[in-house]
């Protein structure tokens, strides 16, 4: 057992462009549906990116919350309705800009994230400060390797684990001052790959001590120390990350049965990803990107891609990595190609991001 | 595993000068903010130019970095890092570069600085730390959360010591206060210590 | 008539590579390096300027915002890119602004 006992994953859901709830989002993955499409933001006038849709949007207009709010609320509501906040109940949120759409407005104050935690914990009912982390693209898996070690310290008994970030011009124009916005939708681990897709989304999960179907076994969260936007060529921060999680799982690397990549699909990236997979010896095991489905949705991405891999593991079914048909990586790697039928209980999922920052997870199914 | 931790060190920039354990480093009266940090960054004569390519808040938590550490173990040192207005004055400025379509030029050199935590990665590119890094956005230093946080890098051994605190930039305010934690010193880490720092 | 023509072209050439140089410690903060410290051959990267993937970048931007030109490829960054020489020849010959 790890140092500080047992955490588990209980109650999981997600809200993105392909459904309202988890198991919406679920059949949409299964039949193959992707969200990324032309659309027109800010002063780009074609740029592919994933979105949730206006119904959505008419519906946030008339509660009057906040897009992004609202986005994070969706995914919490199926949470707190089986899990009632008591005083020792964390709030842990992963974003990267939060809403960043005030500054256009001139409200530079209102953009702080701080602000949108307390509204979402004020109107959720939790007592106890809101926990904010901030940490580029590892954003969203570093609140759960943050949330798992606050409980393991006996902060609290449990947390909730939301993350969300919105589609914006803010973050497009960058990526695209970037130039590594693909001028079709993102093709992870590719030949081909040129570059992301961005999208938007938000999920939710529950950690607490109490026993469950899935347990978290061993997380790291170690910084390249290379380059603030350029992912290290040797894989070093991901290499450690995934190793220091190893070391407290006690497990071989062996042991993992599918890896939930982050795979966004710069030429970079996942050059890097499948250098560090190598240097562990897991180029055999089967991998995906999700990135393909939901473009990459920032601060989101770690959580919710783990959460589509959670309903994965429960419903006995790997998903492929849409967009992917050659392997275009220097080392190789086991990009599975198409929906298969396979029952995995040991899983890893990795994310990096700007700032040289990588983090790992690995989660054991139980029962 | 490092079963007692102590604060170390502490150094604090605010107001124009850099205060390492309650003695004064450097400070400058005439100054802008802009030289301040050269000035004090150039004090301790690093040959480092990439830090004057840094966004402001990476140079605040770059300059109260380089005093902290400096003749200090970077051994198995991790980050953990907090602050109220996360990448917002230079959030403000992306905004600026995209705000018109006739005057829209976003640069990558600002762009990258809109992220929290790129400071933290700026310190580890400096020092070289291929460590456990995470940064907090919070109204006031979350010293609960900082506190447990970095107690359990410790007791895990995922770390051996580690460099906490909170830099908070935005517009002409500005405050360091980072503390390294450690198996040496006299001042246990606790909560109760921690809060006197910022007291 | 090619004589004269040929000088006003080294000179505007002259004034275009000073521009260029001063621009260029300006958008990437080159501290401590001055207009007089770049010399035209000088490679920008590597072992010249010492400048990086997100300089390169960032001279994409100065291209297009103060001289009007385009660069969406990254790869043709690489040959213009190479000195003051070869970024000054490429901006008097496609220049719109």
Known sequence: MSFGGAVYIHDFNCFTPLGK????????????????????????????????????????????????????????????????????????????????????KGEKKEAELYRLAKKIAAKAGIRTEPIVVSHACVSGVLAINAAKRLIQMNQYDEAIVLAGDELSAFVLSGFQAFQALSPFPCKPFDADRAGVSLGEASACLFLSREPSMFTIRGEGAINDANHISGPSRTGEGL???????????????????????????????????????????????PINSLKGYYGHTLGASGLLETVITLKSMQEGILLPTLGFERLGTSQPLNVLGGVTEK???RVLKTASGFGGSNAAILIEKIW | MVEAAYIQKVCVVRAKEVVVDAVSRFSSDDASFVDFYKKAFRELNPDYPKFFKMDALSKLAV??????????????????????????????????????????????????????????????IRHGLQTENAFFVSENYPI?????????????????????GWVELFEEKYEAVLYLVSPKGTKKHTAENIKALFA | MQQPNNIIYKIEMAELKEELKGKIIEVLNLEDIAVADI???????????????????????????????????????????????????????????
């Open chain 3, 39 to 97: 010399a035209d051959s000088d490679p920008l990267f590597g072992e010249g300027l010492g400048l990086d993937s997100i300089d390169a970048l960032e001279l994409i931007v100065l291209m297009d915002k103060e001289y009007g030109i385009k660069l969406s490829d990254p790869k043709q960054g690489k040959s213009i890119f190479q000195s003051i020489d070869t970024m000054a020849a490429y901006i008097a010959e496609n220049r719109t602004k």
């Open chain 1, 21 to 104: 709830d988890a198991d919406a989002n679920w059949a949409a993955l299964v039949a193959g549906y992707g969200a990324i499409k032309p659309r027109k933001i800010g002063f780009l006038d074609e740029v592919y990116a994933s979105q949730i849709g206006t119904s959505i949007a008419e519906v946030d207009e008339a509660v009057g919350e906040g897009r992004l709010a609202y986005m994070l609320s969706q995914a919490m509501a199926p949470i707190l309705d089986k899990h009632r906040p008591t005083p020792r109940t964390a709030l842990v949120l992963a974003s990267t800009k939060g809403e960043i759409g005030y500054l256009e």
């Open chain 1, 239 to 285: 290499f450690r990350s995934i190793g220091t999680a190893l070391h407290e799982a006690k497990w071989e690397a062996g042991a993992i049965e599918f890896i939930a990549a982050h795979g966004t699909a710069t030429v970079y990236n996942d050059e890097m990803e499948s250098i560090a997979f190598n240097r562990l010896g897991l180029s055999g095991v």
């Open chain 2, 144 to 164: 609960d959360t900082a506190f447990s946080y970095t107690e359990y890098l410790l007791k895990s051994g995922k770390a051996s010591q580690v460099l906490c």
């Open chain 2, 63 to 124: 300059l109260a970095a380089e005093y902290l550490l400096e003749g200090e173990s970077l051994d198995d040192l991790a980050l953990v890092l907090a602050n109220r207005s996360g990448s917002l004055d230079t959030d403000v400025r992306h905004q600026a570069a995209i705000q018109h379509e006739g005057e829209y030029f976003p640069s990558p050199a600002t762009f990258v600085y809109t992220l929290a935590n790129i400071c933290a990665g700026e310190i580890s």
């Open chain 1, 343 to 345: 029952k995995v209980q």
